[in-house]
């Protein structure tokens, strides 16, 4: 996936690209961890996620398995990629279990919250 969506920028300084389409990730449901210019949207951080991590987040009351049609949702799988709230990833890291993240598709936003450091050492794209 490399394909630029935005005029935004990701964490690393450069285009912002997208994250996935399959399954269809982001606030707005286009494939990017944009923000597209509003305040408050926080689906920031480009994973690609584990098993642990899903069990995790289920664990925290955030379920990102099961299915809801009703919110385009198919529930996700070990491997898929998608854009994690910010607060999520924090959580996960802050606990050992954060997910890699996809640098280039991960929103500048988020070094509000985490350092380049943390996201570089989790990075997918740098391993």
């Keep these: 996936m490399s394909a630029k969506v935005s005029g935004e920028k990701n964490v690393l300084g450069g285009e912002l690209l997208a994250c996935s389409y399959d399954p269809l990730t982001g606030y707005f449901r286009d494939g990017c961890c944009a ?3 509003m ?3 926080a689906h920031l951080v480009c994973v690609r996620v584990t098993a642990e991590f899903l069990e995790f987040s289920v664990a925290r009351g955030n379920d990102l398995v099961t299915p809801r049609p009703d919110l ?13 709230h910010v607060l999520r990833w924090v959580e996960a890291w802050e606990a050992g279990r954060a997910p890699q993240v996809v640098l280039e598709a991960t ?7 985490a ?3 943390a996201l570089k050492r989790h990075a997918l794209d740098l391993h």
Excluded: A, M
């Design 35 to 37: 923000t597209r210019g």
């Design 39 to 41: 305040e408050g949207v």
């Design 72 to 84: 385009r949702f198919r529930g996700l799988k070990p491997g898929d990629r998608w854009c994690l």
């Design 107 to 113: 929103h500048e936003n988020v070094l509000d919250y």
């Design 115 to 117: 350092p380049l450091s």
